[in-house]
């Protein structure tokens, strides 16, 4: 079983910078694969990255260049950064990972964008 917990998020305006944080109770240089997703409000769970072990950062389209994943090895945490938000980047952000073809989750944060 890997724990995972997410920090960071809250309410927040257009314009700021969101930084999500994800720590991982297992070695993520270990993992498979690590990531990111967003659920916002009455829409389905939409990926945003994900990082497999040894490549690079692989974004969706629609997301590269709003979003930037990154990892920490050495800290177990994955992060997540959003400059300039938007009130459309309002939802639920969870941090994943995959380990032997089993999914482990983290339990999310909300970050709502309003002015």
């Known amino acids: 079983q890997v724990q995972l917990v997410e920090s960071g998020g809250g309410v927040m305006q257009p314009g700021e910078s969101l930084t999500a944080s994800c720590s991982t109770s297992?070695?993520?240089?270990?993992?498979?694969?690590v990531g990111w997703y967003r659920q916002a409000p009455g829409a389905q769970r939409e990926l945003i990255a994900t990082?497999?072990?040894?490549?690079?950062?692989n974004y969706v389209p629609s997301m590269e260049g709003r979003f930037t994943v990154s990892k920490d090895d050495d800290k177990n945490t994955m992060y997540l950064r959003r400059i300039g938000l938007k009130v459309e980047d309002t939802g639920v952000y969870l941090c994943?990972?995959?380990?032997?073809?089993?999914?482990?989750w983290g339990r999310g944060i909300q970050v709502t964008v309003s002015s």
């Open positions: 297992s070695a993520i240089s270990a993992v498979d694969v």
């Open positions: 994943f990972v995959i380990i032997n073809g089993a999914d482990f």
């Open positions: 990082i497999a072990r040894g490549e690079e950062v």
